[in-house]
């Protein structure tokens, strides 16, 4: 894969997977007496920018900048919040807000969009994923701050936003005018489509797993019991909180490693099982279609990994964003707070997905986003981050890319297939996929379980 990407994914966006721990005052006061002399240059530079500086500086500005500048050394996701960054954090997972509905990263001084969410005013504008946003209402939004470019996209609901694009593949920009609206988080929504439920997974926010388990029971409600597969969609889900995707795994898995995380020091070492929160396999064996691609982040690729090595689920798509690293968001105080990276994670056969993501069992293009293939060359993932944790397992992020050859059932346009009425080809194919098992090894039994079920 060329290396012609390094963006660095800001505080914010959820392509992680988060787990919360309180900070300690003696953690915080102790210090390595052998780190002074380090600490003596910092402050010597310190008094430097003090005295000499053409400018007057302020003390807050200085101290937020050794900061970030330091955690900016590390790795792509960790990173100090406060203020407007740790406010987005917190809203992404919990809250509501005026907007647009953009998850947006900041990519060499420009503003890219990582993902619009679903049935947001964005979305449905026709922005999409990989699009870089140049201008604001005319004004040039290049190589300013992040937050300041996201408040100038929130607003009073009702009020129109005029957003310039640049689209890779493209010649010429295009403009988009977007309304405002408020926009509440929904991480689960579900339909049933004949006797396959399709759940789609927007995010790892609070109660994921008690969302699914009962979106599940609404559909085998609705379908008379006759319910014959499950397609879950972790297509553009950047993330969220570790625990709802062990949840989450746990919906399906009676037993076994769901994944495991290992860190510098025991304690960040652990392994999760299932333990069937929930009575059983809330799909009662059902086959199950789980569909990935490259905006499918962290928590996302917990639950595809452990699914695929646990054998309970066909893998679907295109290959994920591959990042295997835990962040510990450790709050400082009330209103400042710190993301680390605290530990490598490993799905149960032991695989790192950092770098190489989860390879899907049946890879299958967007054919019916005309542009998908054009951008997919421009696609972010976790290698092109500059300064991205080298992979433990030493795989070749580029082999996975050798293989080019066409499989002829992806030769149909966007064109051919909307003139046969289908929106979505990988959810199409998903439900083809389960419509053929049901219709032949798949049928079910009198028990109204499947007779061949992975366990």
Do not use: C
Request: net charge negative; hydrophobic share 40%.
């Amino acid at each position: 894969m060329t290396k012609k990407l390094s963006a660095v994914i800001r505080a914010g966006l959820l392509v992680t997977a988060v787990a919360l721990l309180p900070a300690t005052t003696a953690g915080l006061a102790e210090v390595d007496g052998q780190v002074a002399p380090g600490f003596a240059r910092l402050f010597t530079v310190y008094q430097l920018i003090k005295a000499d500086y053409v400018d007057s500086t302020d003390d807050d500005k200085l101290v937020k900048g050794a900061i970030d500048g330091m955690l900016a050394s590390l790795d792509p996701h960790s990173d100090y919040l406060e203020g407007a960054s740790l406010e987005r954090l917190d809203t992404m997972i919990d809250g509501s807000y005026a907007g647009l509905g953009l998850s947006v990263a900041m990519e060499d001084g420009a503003v890219k969009v990582v993902s619009p969410m679903r049935g947001s005013p964005a979305a449905l504008a026709g922005i999409k994923a990989g699009d870089f946003i140049t201008h604001l209402d005319g004004k040039l939004i290049y190589g300013g701050e992040l937050d300041d470019a996201v408040a100038k996209m929130r607003g009073e609901p009702g009020t129109s936003v005029r957003l310039t694009i640049y689209r890779p593949g493209r010649d010429e920009p295009l403009d988009i005018t977007v309304k405002r609206e408020i926009i509440t988080l929904q991480p689960v929504t579900s339909e049933l489509q004949g006797t396959i439920g399709v759940i789609t997974i927007n995010e790892f926010s609070h109660d994921v797993a008690k969302d699914v388990y009962q979106a599940i029971q609404k559909m085998r409600t609705q379908s008379a019991g006759k319910l014959t597969g499950l397609v879950l969609d972790l297509r553009e889900n950047p993330g969220g909180a570790l625990d709802e995707a062990v949840g989450m795994s746990d919906l399906f898995l009676t037993h076994g490693v769901i994944v495991s995380q290992r860190g510098r020091v025991a304690a960040d070492n652990e392994v999760y099982r299932a333990e069937s929160v929930f009575p059983g396999d809330a799909a009662r064996g059902l086959p199950i279609v789980v569909l990935i691609d490259a905006g499918s982040a962290s928590a996302s690729e917990i639950v595809a990994g452990a699914l695929q090595d646990q054998h309970r689920a066909l893998i679907m798509g295109e290959r994920s964003f591959g990042k295997g690293s835990v962040q510990s968001m450790i709050r400082l105080d009330k209103t400042h707070a710190v993301k680390l990276t605290t530990a490598r994670y490993y799905t149960p056969s032991g695989r790192s997905v950092q770098e190489g993501g989860i390879q899907p069992d049946i890879q299958v293009p967007q054919l019916t986003d005309a542009d998908a293939r054009k951008r997919s060359l421009d696609a972010l993932r976790e290698s092109d981050l500059r300064g991205h944790l080298v992979n433990e397992a030493a795989l070749n992020d580029d082999k996975l890319e050798t293989d080019k050859q066409v499989d002829p059932r992806f030769k149909l346009t966007a064109a051919e297939l909307t003139a046969k009425g289908i929106k979505d080809y990988q959810l199409w194919y998903a439900l083809q996929t389960l419509r053929h098992a049901a219709g032949t090894s798949m049928a079910l039994s009198e028990k109204g379980q499947p007779s061949g079920h992975a366990e």
